[in-house]
């Protein structure tokens, strides 16, 4: 391990900054997305003709009626999912893009065990009251014909429903057999966002499959808006339900497509410089018009997309590894598999969109004079832009399993002498004896004897990030003092 002394260290002086405004606009979502939940309950209790009772009156009743509710509930957190991952910039300054991940993982989950529950209540229930078995019935839904639409509805609350059937227009339920292909594109979703399954994956295969829940999405749209009783029934309600469906198509448009495609016009971004940091590490500066506008700060990262031949159709999240310089902006990246190891393959001159920035692991999370900073592997990246600007007392981890593995180290240190800050560089396998006891509570304690003073940042691959979260707290940083960026979708 070697280190560089600073020769000077620049006061800063911070106050907590104002979160009011944050404060608000987080009411103000949760209010939004509590009040609609709130609606979708209201609109299952009162779709069955005399409340809630309905629900309860046999046990036919209750599957068919849990059926409802969880196709509703299914439904609504897969629209709360498109919206999480909208990138809408209030919401991820507001959250940050690692936590809004987690909570779509997470969500994921819900919105696929929701709609099975909604599949296996609901064919259940129906097939208690026909008489049949569970795969009778749902094969009866796939393949005869049943009645096309009632030709009269007649609803009064506390009143049994009463349907006039035209029986001379029959088809096989539309709405079922989209509804079974949907189920199916979400399973396939989950199933290849299971870390293990992941890792066997190429990027541009896991995101191909992950772009198909859009799909999935849109097909139990055409499941509920003609097979929905509640919907059928009270077309205030189906109303309402499209008008969430048109919101959030509104956003995904806006944010996914629209604004992306203006910024290629307005930024007119081209790679100007290729630069071969290491072994399978590469730098690319691109350059463009008016990018002070974005307001880019160290730390944030964009998805790039490349306008060439084996790019165009996949854009990547990477932070930048400088901070932003008129309007120029870099990002270095190491090969990690099938699309990072065609970086050197990119030529001077090819056009590039950018959407961003994102991320609030930044500088303005700190409240007072002094930082730790450790970085992983190439999760240096966004710490060495960080701490091209960054005042007050800060130091510096960088953690390498060799010395090949050290990228930036010239202008490392040349960042530590001009700013005076102190970078030192941890390197060894953690596998073996010398190296198992590396950035553990103790050895952290011993680099910085006042860590739990600072506020810490901490930046690189998952597993590297989550065992040293566990040193810093035994080490007692507060959550509070604690910035995480994983280097993980």
Not at 247 to 254: A, D, N, R, T
Not at 348 to 362: M, Q
Request: proline content about 4%.
């Amino acid at each position: 391990m070697s280190d560089t002394s600073p020769s000077a260290t620049r006061s800063v002086v911070r106050k907590r900054p104002v979160r009011w405004g944050r404060t608000a606009v987080s009411a103000a979502l949760w209010i939004f997305v509590l009040g609609n939940l709130v609606g979708i309950l209201w609109i299952w209790k009162n779709g069955g003709g005399d409340g809630l009772g309905y629900h309860w009156h046999t046990f036919d009743d209750f599957l068919v009626g849990m059926g409802r509710l969880t196709a509703f509930l299914s439904g609504y957190f897969a629209l709360i999912e498109v919206v999480l991952l909208a990138r809408l910039p209030f919401l991820e300054r507001m959250v940050g893009f690692d936590r809004l991940t987690v909570w779509h993982r997470w969500g994921g989950h819900a919105v696929l065990d929701l709609a099975i529950a909604h599949v296996i209540f609901t064919v259940w229930g129906y097939a208690k009251q026909d008489g049949n078995n569970f795969f009778s019935e749902y094969w009866d839904w796939l393949t005869l014909p049943q009645p096309k639409a009632p030709g009269a509805v007649t609803f009064t609350p506390g009143q049994p429903l009463n349907l006039t059937i035209n029986s001379s227009a029959t088809s096989p339920y539309p709405g079922i057999i989209t509804a079974t292909v949907g189920t199916a594109l979400l399973v396939a979703v989950l199933v290849t966002s299971l870390v293990v399954v992941k890792k066997r994956l190429s990027y541009e295969w896991w995101y191909a499959v992950h772009f198909t829940a859009y799909a999935g999405i849109a097909l139990a749209w055409f499941h509920m808006i003609p097979d929905g009783n509640d919907l059928v029934i009270d077309h205030v309600a189906a109303s309402y339900w499209k008008s969430l469906y048109i919101l959030s198509l509104g956003l995904v448009i806006w944010f996914r497509l629209l604004i992306p495609i203006v910024n290629i016009w307005r930024l007119q971004l081209r790679v100007t410089e290729v630069v071969h940091e290491g072994p399978g590490v590469i730098s690319l500066r691109v350059e463009g018009r008016g990018l002070a506008r974005l307001g880019t700060k160290p730390g944030q990262f964009f998805f790039w997309r490349f306008l060439t031949k084996g790019f165009w159709y996949t854009q990547h999240p990477f932070s930048i590894s400088e901070a932003p310089h008129g309007n120029t902006l870099r990002i270095t990246v190491k090969n990690l598999g099938d699309h990072t190891a065609k970086f050197d393959q990119i030529k001077v001159g090819t056009r590039t969109i950018i959407e961003g920035p994102f991320g609030v692991f930044t500088d303005e999370g700190r409240n007072g004079n002094k930082a730790l900073l450790i970085a992983g592997g190439i999760g240096i990246t966004p710490i060495r832009a960080m701490l091209e600007e960054m005042d007050g007392d800060v130091i510096a981890l960088y953690r390498v399993v060799s010395n090949d593995d050290i990228v930036f180290s010239d202008e490392l240190d040349k960042i530590s002498r001009e700013r005076g800050s102190k970078v030192s560089y941890v390197v060894g396998d953690h596998t073996t004896d010398e190296g198992r006891d590396l950035l553990s509570a103790r050895h952290l304690q011993e680099l910085v004897p006042d860590i739990a003073e600072r506020h810490v940042y901490l930046c690189g691959p998952t597993a590297m990030v989550d065992a040293i979260v566990a040193n810093l707290e035994r080490a007692n940083v507060s959550r509070d003092h604690l910035h995480v960026e994983r280097f993980a979708l």
